[in-house]
């Protein structure tokens, strides 16, 4: 099978390139500040399906790898004089070497035993931040206006930024179909349906689950690195919140949990829903009781997501929403 | 030096008691219906600030007005069960997380609407005890007496009466309970509101010694997690136990380490005893 004959492979990476060419193309500051944050959300949602939605392993502290890269990263532009683009892979690579240690204890735990781990990782993580002395402690570390220059300027930085986050959030979506459809994917789909009975039949479930859990791991350190790097500053608070893990949760539910397309299209509409939300002055205050209430309802009655639910009512979309 | 010690050690079980009484509830309802209570910590910033209104808009003494709120939390207890719970009571278990962080944001986002997020207090004092060396808020002691009781009405409740058995019945095993003729759905939505109501008495009692927002629930919910880990998940008067050992350690780390190191501490054990026992130390038993 060629993935690119495939429209469940090409679809979702369209959705991306279009969605993030756009400000790429017209130039506007407005919508790029919109556009990333939502393919933040896309490549963060994407990035937690590898590990939840094919394993099923519930994951509370996916913030953490964003947050723990986002820091490192950070400390290397800021304190080290470190370009982006090495920054953000050593970020990466720093979440990924936690989650390869974190993974071999803690996945040993099942079920919402697992969960429970993730929120004290998570909660630890944040109180270790707040406390350690070269990450700024609690409030955290600025970047020095003259690292621009060796970018032709802050807007040039940002542009940059911008491109850097559009490419990640293709590679990770492409990397979902890639594992899905491969030895590697059909494994972890066998470990969500039954662990054990996946075990008896020779996958491999500890060094499987890990790796997944290693690769889901990696790229929120890369996006944490570019999103500290556009604000400029890092603090403990924002790297490390509960919330954020929570409602990426909420973005892979809304699209489907397991499927391609669904963390994509959950992403973005969550983050538009809440947008509007924010805005509109009749709900601006109560924006998260409606977004609770909105959750509350897919999971009562559309437990599948959108696309779950799309391709279960109409079968022959199954071709096109993967 | 001694003396010091002797103080934070007193100080942090007091404090230890309420986190035991609202780490109870969220043990009972993952002890029957294995569901980890999300909407834990919203419940105890409601039971603050029904605290709170009732003490200053009707001028009631705080500990009637946590009595008050018993009831009426009870109530609470089971429309969450019925609307949010009973449906997906089966379902795989990022329903039930989902579901009821659901109601979590509901409340919270309400709350903030009406309550903002700014800081709110229980001017009540009880005066100042003095034992040797110990000087200890009136407020605190009560609370702790207050949770001893409420602890011991719960023993008696699962042990002693018809209701009470048939929740730990369907704790042990819901399928045989059933075949027992008990009817489980009406026993899980009276362990939830059981729940929901020992998280508001917690939080009642934690305003009249601790100033609260509407989001403080959520550090609390935290602690209460270590707490259920450290007595056992599912284990209701374990719970108590491991609110006195967490009280303990918040008492006692701050001597050694700065402040802001108690939560690593706290966490990281948290993961490390889930790892190496995680039915808790004391084990599960409902």
Same mark, same amino acid.
Do not use: L, S, V
């Given at each position: 099978m060629k993935p690119w004959r495939q429209p469940g492979f090409w679809l979702p990476l369209l959705l991306v390139l279009v969605g993030g060419g756009v400000a790429l193309v017209l130039r506007k500051d407005t919508l790029r500040e919109m556009m990333f944050t939502l393919l933040m959300y896309v490549a963060l949602a994407s990035s937690l399906n590898i590990l939840m939605g094919y394993t099923g392993y519930v994951n509370f502290g996916h913030i953490v790898f964003f947050g723990l890269g986002g820091y490192t990263g950070f400390y290397l532009i800021s304190q080290h004089g470190w370009h982006l683009i090495p920054a953000a892979l050593a970020g990466g690579l720093a979440s990924a070497l936690l989650a390869a240690l974190l993974g071999l204890a803690v996945l040993r735990l099942r079920g919402a035993y697992f969960a429970l781990a993730t929120i004290g990782i998570n909660e630890a993580a944040r109180a270790f931040v707040n406390n350690f002395g070269p990450f700024g402690g609690p409030t955290g570390l600025f970047v020095n206006f003259a690292v621009y220059r060796e970018y032709g300027g802050a807007p040039q930085a940002l542009w940059l930024t911008y491109t850097l986050m559009v490419l990640t959030t293709l590679i990770v979506v492409g990397l979902s179909y890639w594992i899905k459809n491969s030895r590697f994917g059909l494994g972890l789909l066998a470990i969500r349906e039954d662990e054990d009975a996946a075990m008896v039949m020779g996958v491999r479930a500890p060094t499987a689950k890990t790796l997944a859990y290693v690769v889901s791991a990696f790229f929120p350190g890369i996006i944490g690195t570019l999103f500290f790097f556009k604000n400029g500053n890092v603090e403990p608070g924002d790297a490390f919140r509960l919330q954020m893990s929570i409602e990426v949760l909420v973005m892979i539910m809304l699209g489907g @949990?397991?499927?391609?397309l669904g963390p994509v299209l959950g992403a973005a509409a969550y983050e538009r829903l809440r947008g509007y939300l924010l805005t509109s002055p009749l709900f601006k205050s109560l924006h998260l009781a409606f977004a609770g209430l909105a959750l509350l309802l897919i999971v009562l009655f559309i437990p599948a997501g959108l696309i779950g639910w799309l391709r279960r009512r109409f079968p022959f979309l199954r071709r096109w929403l993967e | 030096m001694l003396a010091q010690i002797l103080a934070s050690l007193v100080d942090g079980i007091l404090l230890g008691f309420v986190y035991g009484l609202a780490a109870m509830g969220l043990s009972l309802i993952w002890g029957v219906m294995r569901v980890i209570n999300l909407s834990h910590g919203a419940i105890m910033a409601l039971g603050m600030f029904g605290t709170y209104l009732l003490f200053t808009h009707l001028g009631l003494n705080p500990y009637l007005a946590i009595l008050l709120m018993a009831p009426a939390s009870l109530l609470f207890g089971f429309l969450v069960y019925g609307v949010a719970v009973h449906r997906i009571i @089966?379902?795989?278990?990022l329903s039930s997380l989902l579901a009821t962080f659901a109601v979590n944001m509901m409340v919270i986002g309400i709350g903030t609407a009406v309550f903002t997020t700014s800081l709110y207090n229980v001017d009540f004092s009880l005066g100042t005890v003095r034992a040797g060396v110990l000087a200890l808020p009136g407020t605190r002691l009560t609370a702790a007496l207050a949770a001893l009781l409420i602890t011991a009405a719960l023993y008696l409740f699962l042990y002693r009466t018809r209701p009470g058995k048939a929740i730990r019945a369907v704790a042990n095993n819901r399928a045989a309970a059933e075949l027992m003729s008990i009817p489980s759905a009406q026993v899980l939505a009276l362990s939830f509101g059981i729940g929901t109501m020992l998280a508001a008495l917690a939080g009642g009692l934690i305003t009249t010694f601790f100033p609260f927002t509407i989001l403080s629930g959520s550090g609390y919910q935290s602690k209460s997690f270590v707490i259920c880990v450290l007595g056992g998940l599912g284990n209701p008067l374990g719970a108590l136990l491991g609110g006195l050992i967490l009280g303990a350690m918040e008492g006692l780390i701050p001597i050694a380490l700065p402040v802001s190191w108690v939560p690593v501490v706290e966490f990281t054990l948290f993961v490390l005893i889930l790892l190496i026992r995680p039915s808790g130390l004391l084990g599960a038993r409902t």
């Open positions: @949990n397991g499927t391609i | @089966n379902a795989p278990y």
